[in-house]
């Protein structure tokens, strides 16, 4: 596992869009050394390597495909009625490509 | 006391023999929901419910929600409706949809009177951390004590006699603990048994629709108008609805349950101990066989940190589409990165952030070995060990809280290394997926306490014919702040 660190967290906080304060970092630091210990015992518990991994608490009971039945799609108008930057019926960004 | 405050099936009756309308019962639980303190509310819809509870004139005998005032927890998309999940990143945000719950109710035709508060995106237990600030317990009007969270302002709601019923959401056990103590039913279907098409989600692996009633009744009619196959939520289960009303009073023949001795040793409130004992005897009159079981110690301390990281993990990525782009507040930026910075900068809160960068962090390739992969092979061991118990007993018991509800000055949403056994083991029921259902036990010092029974998966009917009887021996449907009860137990 990766070693943590204030840097490796901003960077993590960076990679998702946001920012913290210094304090904040601070914060989540303790947080995080917190939880690697418990994760470390977690690591500990006898035979958990023969255990799969966990993603539902059931398996999933939707196995065949939907019937092809048309519908209305989203209007245009409620697609963009709640976008804050809407320019000729589209969403408007700044320039992504030079 | 109203006719709103009546038990259900009362209340129904008082509609189909006109003696009340569904116009009367939604000005008083808008003239409640106005005067109350609690902080419980983003939005009460005086104009839309008295409008539509006004067309509901002719009462349906066979309908027990006919015209009921109900609260949604505001993550429950609503259209037209505003649907904040008390988080400032979705501050402008109003749905083009109904949830497939809500269009259900509507369809019961029920009153929607309005939205209530919830921890942030409901990734949150205090009830505390909503964008509009801390939601009080209605039974301390002094305000000192929690009434739990994330579904706060919908706990608060229903125990301040506001309206009998209302939606929440239950990720660990967001429904559960503040209805111990909030001194309501608080139910969490099987996974699957409800869809949870337009429920915000915060981590769908564990997310559950829940809701708060003041009786078993009303929570069994609510589990028959909203359980069943929606082909917009995939995960949504195909077995078919019970008449969970109808099978209430049936003696089902399942009478076994299960007590775990780990957790009852982490209970430290004497009075707790001593009230759950009363209620082991008083089922075990009833005919119940109430065996003490063992469960592994080292998994129910290993359950809290295995929470936080499969449900960070999954919601970090759930929200990733929280922009201020599509929906939410647009604050500008030179690139297309700077725009979505400054909304989520400024749209999510401190917990919040530090939730998804635990979430991001487990997710990383060189970490996911021994953080996600890890806590999800946990998950599987620790549902492992649970269903051994269901070998040999239809439910498990529990108190629903280690005690009444806390003081806000005795919590914090930091991570601890403290192991609260005793205030984390409701996750049971959402890594497992089993129902479950906290209802009111005692009151100590005017505050309630709950307990906990947790049944076999889509045997709700077993659950709430059990919960039923359990009511009747307590002594306490109905408990609000405006009806005040003692209880037997």
Not at chain 2, 4 to 31: C, G, M, W, Y
Not at chain 2, 73 to 95: C, E, M, Q
Not at chain 2, 97 to 103: C, G, P, S, T, Y
Not at chain 2, 438 to 455: C, R
Request: include cysteine.
């Amino acid at each position: 596992m990766k070693e943590i660190s204030i840097e490796v967290l901003k960077d993590a906080a960076n990679r998702l869009l946001f920012d913290l304060s210094e304090e904040e970092y601070q914060t989540l630091y303790e947080e995080f050394m917190t939880l690697k210990e418990q994760m470390k015992k977690i690591g500990e518990i006898k035979g958990l390597e023969n255990y799969e991994p966990m993603t539902f608490p059931f398996p999933c009971e939707t196995t065949y495909l939907r019937e092809d039945v048309p519908m209305e799609p989203l209007s245009q108008e409620d697609a963009l009625k709640n976008a804050g930057s809407v320019m000729m019926g589209q969403i408007k960004l700044p320039k992504v490509v030079g | 006391m109203e006719y709103i405050d009546l038990p259900i099936e009362e209340l129904h009756q008082a509609l189909v023999n006109r003696k009340t309308s569904p116009f009367e019962l939604t000005k008083v639980a808008l003239a409640r929901a106005h005067a109350s303190k609690e902080n419980a509310f983003e939005i009460i819809d005086d104009e839309e419910a008295l409008a539509y509870a006004a067309s509901l004139v002719d009462p349906e005998e066979d309908n027990l929600l006919w015209g009921i005032p109900f609260l949604a927890k505001d993550n429950f998309s609503t259209k037209d409706l505003p649907t904040t999940a008390s988080s400032n990143i979705l501050a402008s945000y109003r749905p083009v949809f109904d949830a497939a719950v809500i269009e259900r109710l509507k369809a019961k035709k029920m009153v929607l009177i309005g939205k209530t508060t919830l921890d942030e995106l409901a990734m949150g237990g205090t009830g505390t951390t909503g964008h509009l600030g801390i939601t009080y317990n209605p039974y301390d009007p002094t305000h000192q004590r929690m009434v739990g969270g994330s579904s706060c302002g919908s706990a608060a709601a229903v125990a301040s006699g506001i309206v009998p019923f209302a939606l929440g959401s239950d990720t660990g056990d967001s429904v559960r603990k503040p209805a111990s103590f909030a001194g309501l039913v608080g139910f969490k279907p099987t996974w699957g048994r409800i869809s949870r098409y337009g429920l915000f989600p915060f981590a769908p692996s564990l997310d559950h629709v829940a809701y708060f009633t003041r009786d078993v009744k009303m929570a069994a009619s609510v589990l028959e108008a909203l359980g069943g196959r929606d082909d917009r939520d995939s995960t949504s289960s195909l077995r078919s609805v019970e008449p969970y009303c109808e099978l209430l009073n049936k003696n089902t023949g399942v009478k076994r349950i299960a007590v775990i001795k780990e957790i009852q040793e982490t209970i430290k409130d004497n009075d707790v101990l001593l009230h759950f004992s009363k209620a082991v005897e008083a089922l075990r009159k009833e005919g119940y066989i109430v065996e003490e079981v063992s469960y592994p110690l080292e998994l129910l301390q290993s359950l809290f940190p295995t929470y936080i990281v499969i449900s960070c993990a999954e919601a970090t990525s759930n929200d990733a589409n929280l922009d201020g782009i599509k929906f939410g507040p647009f604050k500008g930026g030179n690139t297309y990165e700077e725009v979505m910075k400054r909304a989520r900068s400024e749209g999510f809160s401190e917990l919040i952030k530090r939730r998804f960068v635990i979430g991001s962090f487990a997710l990383m390739r060189e970490n996911q070995e021994d953080l996600f992969l890890r806590a999800q092979r946990n998950r599987a061991k620790i549902v492992s060990e649970l269903n051994k118990i269901y070998q040999s007993y239809d439910f498990i018991m529990t108190p629903a809280a280690p005690s009444i509800a806390p003081r806000f000055e005795d919590s914090s949403d930091r991570l601890s290394n403290e192991y609260l056994i005793a205030d984390s083991h409701l996750c049971l029921g959402n890594f497992a997926g089993l129902p479950s259902i906290t209802l009111p036990l005692f009151l100590k010092d005017n505050l309630p306490v709950g307990i906990n029974f947790m049944g076999r998966a889509f045997e709700e009917a077993n659950l709430l014919a059990l919960s039923s009887q359990f009511e009747r021996l307590s002594g306490l449907a109905e408990l609000s702040t405006v009806t005040r009860k003692e209880g037997y137990l």
